[in-house]
């Protein structure tokens, strides 16, 4: 069983930027995949940011550019680096890892972006 602790959400000014840590509770870097995902009020849960199996990186087409996610294996941790935020970028903010049959999602974080 994994446990995924997220930190970092908050409220910054449109054109800020924001770090999201997601601490796992054991070593996460041979699962399948490890992302970030959000969900925006109205809208469905969807993709941000995501390592493959092969540590290649996949972004949603609107964070492309903006938005990094990284890793540290020696803390078991998952990151994403927000800059140039924007109000569309408004949601609750999710870990998650994927691992042969197992999904583990963290608590969520929001993210608040003002104009």
């Known amino acids: 069983q994994v446990h995924l602790v997220e930190s970092g959400g908050g409220w910054v000014q449109a054109g800020g930027s924001l770090t999201l840590s997601c601490a796992a509770s054991?070593?996460?870097?041979?699962?399948?995949?490890m992302g970030w995902y959000r969900q925006a009020p109205g809208k469905q849960r969807e993709l941000v940011a995501i390592f493959t199996s092969t540590g290649s990186t996949n972004y949603a087409d609107s964070v492309k550019g903006r938005f990094t996610i990284s890793r540290d294996n020696a803390k078991n941790a998952l990151y994403l680096q927000m800059n140039s935020l924007k109000p569309d970028d408004t949601a609750v903010y999710y870990c998650?890892?994927?691992?042969?049959?197992?999904?583990?999602w963290g608590q969520g974080t929001q993210v608040t972006v003002s104009s």
């Open positions: 998650n890892v994927r691992y042969l049959l197992y999904t583990y």
């Open positions: 054991t070593n996460i870097f041979s699962s399948d995949t």
